[in-house]
């Protein structure tokens, strides 16, 4: 059976990238994240890492959308059923055709979907999911290129020091909107 979601594929075997069971290993992390990072601090305690915070409000963002959606976010406590795994998996990564792809130096393809509750995130975090998927998938597959090309990273990275700008663009950009919306959840808890 095939599961919705970002897709890897091109030359040798083919490979679908777990995001569901990626998203299924944090919960317990998430969650104390979620429990120290939206605690109010101090001055002169640190936050969490920027990436721990965008991570944090992603999944807050997920957990919401698919609750709304009547479903169960995944988490470690107890396995869903088949049927409700795959409602879950369509409701977070979307379906039908993948609307997003990306064709990378070493011949694979990455693909994902608009319609989902991760896409949605991401759109409420970096603001422009399409701009944010391009450049998130080349920066992540820099590795992958300089072997593939057979060259140096530090090469590679010249080669794509304007997709490594605009990533850390919307890198701050979510840094921001995350934290704006782990405040906000954290006040909206304590009103309760």
């Not at 569901?20 to 305690?45: H, I």
């Not at 640190?46 to 915070?53: E, F, H, I, K």
């Not at 709304?68 to 406590?77: A, H, M, S």
């Not at 879950?88 to 989902?116: K, N, Q, Y």
Request: hydrophobic share 35%; glycine share 8%.
């Amino acid at each position: 059976m095939s599961v919705p979601g970002p897709r890897l594929s091109g030359p040798g075997p083919h490979l679908s990238l777990p995001g569901l069971r990626a998203l299924a290993a944090l919960p317990l992390v998430m969650l104390t994240v979620l429990a120290v990072g939206c605690a109010p601090s101090g001055e002169d305690e640190p936050g969490l890492a920027p990436g721990d915070t965008i991570k944090a409000a992603q999944q807050q963002l997920t957990d919401t959308c698919l609750t709304r959606k009547g479903l169960t976010p995944p988490r470690g406590d107890r396995p869903p059923s088949a049927a409700e795994q795959q409602r879950v998996t369509r409701a977070l990564f979307g379906t039908g055709r993948t609307e997003l792809a990306l064709t990378l130096p070493t011949g694979h393809s990455v693909r994902a979907h608009t319609d989902g509750c991760l896409a949605s995130a991401q759109r409420t975090l970096y603001g422009d999911q399409r701009r944010w998927f391009r450049v998130s998938t080349v920066v992540n597959n820099l590795k992958p290129e300089a072997a593939f090309r057979d060259q140096p990273l530090t090469e590679i990275r010249s080669r794509h020091r304007t997709d490594l700008a605009e990533w850390r663009r919307l890198r701050t950009r979510a840094l921001i909107n995350a934290k704006a919306h782990l405040q906000s959840e954290s006040r909206r808890a304590a009103a309760r």
